[in-house]
């Protein structure tokens, strides 16, 4: 287990942008793991938003939301970010960093088998 930490979820209206930071333990950017983002939307199951393998910097995100997030890591402090732009209303969820290890990235894709979840971060879009 590691712990994550999110922050900078809110309430914006369609058309807006958020970013989100997930804080990881200290070197934790500079192995081979695999970070991302899941989000539940309110009456639904977690779902994979992106993917991030941390020792490539390759990133992979849901077709729902191409072209409208993006996933990036920063090694020197330790975090990955969710920008996510042109929001629409079904983004509404809470969202979750999650993490895990990976064997030279093979497992690693939108919804991965998820070792360790932050407490999750809410995102709310009105029309």
């Known amino acids: 287990q590691v712990q994550l930490k999110e922050s900078g979820g809110g309430s914006v209206q369609a058309g807006g942008s958020l970013r989100l930071s997930c804080a990881a333990p200290?070197?934790?950017?500079?192995?081979?793991?695999?970070m991302g983002w899941f989000r539940r939307a309110p009456g639904k199951g977690r779902e994979g938003v992106a993917a991030?393998?941390?020792?490539?910097?390759?990133?992979y995100s849901a077709d729902s939301v191409q072209d409208r997030f993006t996933i990036s890591q920063d090694n020197a402090k330790n975090t990955i970010y969710l920008q996510m732009d042109s929001l629409k209303p079904e983004d509404t969820g809470l969202y979750y960093c999650?993490?895990?290890?990976?064997?030279?990235?093979?497992?690693?894709?939108?919804?991965?088998?998820?070792?360790?979840w932050g407490q999750g971060t809410q995102v709310t879009v009105s029309s």
């Open positions: 999650a993490a895990a290890p990976t064997y030279h990235g093979r497992d690693c894709y939108v919804g991965f088998p998820v070792k360790s």
């Open positions: 200290p070197g934790y950017l500079s192995g081979a793991y695999c």
């Open positions: 991030l393998y941390t020792s490539s910097g390759t990133t």
